[in-house]
């Protein structure tokens, strides 16, 4: 199983940005794919996930309204669409698979088998 994140970047506060996570090798039947985010000196943290199977989505609500994930199943495909990003956004953004969505636990990091590796997102003030 491989992911694939990209489309970080420096932005201006109140712009937009849009990640993708290429995903390839995994059996997406079950699965949810998560973003999670590393702020500068601090912990990972959950931003949002989606359930692959009916697209049900989750947001931290530091960033709900603003971020918006979904997926596009014919390329295997997540997407975390930021808008009105701030500086406090400024991260290392990561997505990640869990196999098996869990409906519980879906915001812990511990619960994703697979990670791709992080791109950088800079929002400048």
């Known amino acids: 199983v491989q992911l694939q994140a990209f489309g970080g970047g420096l932005v201006q506060a109140g712009g937009s940005l849009r990640l993708s996570c290429a995903a390839s090798?995994?059996?997406?039947?079950?699965?949810?794919v998560g973003w999670f985010r590393q702020p500068p000196g601090k912990e990972r943290e959950f931003v949002a996930a989606?359930?692959?199977?009916?697209?049900?989505?989750y947001y931290a609500d530091s960033v709900k309204g603003r971020f918006t994930i979904s997926r596009e199943r014919a390329k295997n495909t997540a997407y975390l669409q930021m808008d009105s990003l701030k500086p406090e956004d400024t991260a290392v953004y990561y997505c990640?698979?869990?196999?098996?969505?869990?409906?519980?636990?879906?915001?812990?990091?511990?619960?994703?088998?697979?990670w791709g590796q992080g791109t950088l997102v800079t929002v400048s003030s």
């Open positions: 990640a698979l869990d196999l098996y969505y869990s409906v519980t636990y879906y915001y812990r990091a511990n619960e994703y088998d697979y």
């Open positions: 090798g995994a059996d997406f039947s079950s699965a949810a």
């Open positions: 989606i359930r692959w199977y009916n697209a049900r989505t």
